[in-house]
């Protein structure tokens, strides 16, 4: 937890996080049932709304009837007041996705890029920004910043990404160098633990006191939140689930292992295990193999519920270590669909050590990475600095 000094601008910032927070989660509220659910006094409210709303962060809505006695003015979170750019970082493409202040999409871009050069990642990533504003007509003003997420560890507080195998990195300082042309603050870090954050702040698990994502699609990966901080580990590799060994012997990882839960049940891998059956379909993709599934393929059927059964092993894995409240499953393995997903939830639920959790599966679009990675720099408004 970052550590805090005790003086007057400390207890603005806590005021500040407070009200804020309540906001997100609860939506609109009169400044007096704020201050009986955070305890905050109406004097403190009073002058920490009043920043606020100066800053264009929050909003007063129109007074409403409050049971016939008086009116009341409500607070909310002034969604369009700000807005930020969120970048999901592929092999050969990166798709930007400018967002308000609720992660809400207002428009996309995709641009091609070697990932494995991060001058190029850099300068694309100035460029998509500099697309999305004009062609938006969003002012720079009101920016927040650029999050960038990206498979591998990252140093999420100095910016720097000190391991990625897809790409080649190591201690790769991307955050500066996308700053240096962008001239906006960059926040990065790894792509499952930036869907974790979105869906804390904004998701399933805007109300969860505790969260934990499961994702799997080209990776597999796991992210937890408490109390809205991110468990990163020391190295940033907390929740690298898709390196647990699941078969002795199996696969070559691009980890350098042997048999990796992410080299046997990967997208890709997922794939090309049909692929072998039936070579002719080689370049089948997971909605098409979902629908042969759904028509009764019992090669379709076979590889999606082994899969499934083996990402719910690992999802009740990571469930049983850390219990949260919440756990959402996403990634661009949820096309597979319920040949698949059906077998995971009830693997996860059969598995998972604690019988309360609640599992969402997140429906999957083309957006959903690039609006964890806007989160990454919306989250500042709503967390301690670390
Ligand atoms: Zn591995």
Redesign the pocket.
Known sequence: MPSLKGNQSTSRTLNRLLLLNHLRRHGPTARSDIAAATGLSPAAISYVSSELLEQQVIAELDAVADGGRRRMTRLDLNYAGHVALGVKLMERSLRATLVDLGTNVIDTLTADVDARSPAAVARATADALADLLERSGERRQRLIGIGLAMPGQHDAERGVCLRCDRFGWKDVPIAALIADLAGVPVWVDNDVNAFALAEHLFGAGRQASSLAVFSFGRGIGAAMIVDGQLLRGRYGGAGEI??LTVVEGGPR?????LG????VTSLPAILNAYGIVRPSDRSIDPAALAALAGEGDPVAREILDTAGRRLGAAAATFASLFDPETMVIGGEGVLFGPALLDPLVATLKEKNFQRNTEVFVEFWNDDAWARGAAALAIDSFFSLPS
């Not at 990882?253 to 292992?257: A, I, N, T």
């Not at 990796?260 to 080299?263: D, F, H, K, R, T």
């Open positions: 898709g390196h990882c691009e980890c350098g292992r990796c839960l992410e080299a």
